[in-house]
């Protein structure tokens, strides 16, 4: 079964429970868009997306409060006989005793929070869209790099591991290593993460597993990063051509999402850590608009220009 179990989000998203009896297993949550319920509470469900989480604010509780008893319990049914995956009241609001009465009776979770209304919604947005987002699982390492998502990659044994290690020791956050699972949060971002199992492992040939963050503290690790840049170790072939100037950028492809990739050819004596971090800074200081590769290129241009004027 696809979606995200409603247990999970209000165990994210810290949601009180207003009816904690209640086997939550089967309950999911199958798409990211949330509902105001506001045409639907005055009687209208025409168009009703009933598969969003429904939201009550302060305007939909208090039109609910100023109504009679038999015309409530009549909305309540109503609204309720439809397949909602939760209900989620926001700013303290209290559901009264007769909304908890018939959602325990159509098995409908409710569930609170003290957030503002919109605020939450927001948050509750970019929860769903993380959890439900597509996900693939690839062999590589992830770290952060002043700020900067870098995944290396390689075969086994080619000092992946070695390299996050290192950067860690320089003060960087590792993510994951050996294992990275990305998701597509939207068209421009992909997430990386660890499998729960292996979080914030390494694996060093010779020596076995080490715990960073037992051994670094939490300074040195980190739950998630976005991908900003890709490193592709490869060994050191005299015969290949690699590129020395970067004018062109290369790219590989996740999910749909491309992202800026670098072929980095491994040779005894090239440290790799100090590589990797000018690496991310250089792809830091690309974004903010400055290219070394185009600036070198346009004082060649105009050096040349210049010896041609002279000549003249």
């Known amino acids: 079964m696809s979606g995200v179990g409603v247990a999970k989000v209000a165990q994210i998203l810290d949601l009180y429970n207003f009816l904690p009896d209640m086997e939550l297993k089967g ?3 199958m798409i990211r868009d949330v509902n105001r319920p506001a045409l639907q509470l005055s009687g209208y469900f025409e168009h009703f997306e009933q598969s969003r989480v429904q939201i009550i604010g302060t305007v939909e509780y208090t039109y609910l409060q100023q109504l ?8 309540y049914r109503e609204f309720m006989a439809y397949d909602i995956p939760c209900v989620i009241f926001c700013r303290d609001l209290q559901p009264d005793a007769m909304f908890l009465k018939i959602a325990e009776e159509s098995s409908l979770p ?11 919604m927001a948050e509750l947005i970019y929860c769903l869209s993380e959890q439900l987002a597509p996900c693939i699982t690839i062999h590589g ?4 790099v002043y700020g900067e998502g870098l995944l290396i990659m390689g075969e086994s044994g ?5 390299a996050a290690l290192e950067l860690v020791r320089r003060g960087h956050r590792l993510v994951t290593d050996d294992v990275v699972e990305i998701r597509k949060i939207n068209e421009h971002t992909l997430i990386g993460t660890s499998p729960d199992i292996t979080r914030y492992f390494i694996e060093l040939r010779g020596i076995g597993i080490i715990d ?3 051994l670094f503290g939490v300074e040195g690790v980190k739950e998630k990063q976005q991908i900003d840049l890709v490193i592709k170790l490869e060994d050191w072939k005299k015969d290949n051509e690699y590129d020395r100037l970067g004018l062109e950028e290369e790219y590989t492809e996740f999910l749909g999402n491309k992202v800026v ?13 100090v590589i990797c971090e000018a690496a ?4 830091r200081q690309k974004k903010m608009g400055y290219n070394a590769a185009q600036e070198l290129y346009r004082r060649v241009q105009a050096n040349l220009t210049k010896k041609t004027d002279d000549d003249e």
């Open 27 to 29: 309950h999911r949550i």
């Open 68 to 75: 009679d008893e038999k015309k409530k319990e009549k909305i």
């Open 110 to 120: 409710v569930f609170g929070t003290k957030r503002g209304t919109s605020e939450f």
């Open 141 to 144: 390492v992830l770290v952060d």
């Open 158 to 162: 080619i000092g992946k591991s070695e």
């Open 212 to 214: 960073v963050k037992t």
């Open 261 to 273: 990739c670098h072929s980095l050819p491994i040779r005894a004596g090239r440290n790799l850590a």
């Open 280 to 283: 991310a800074v250089n792809h």
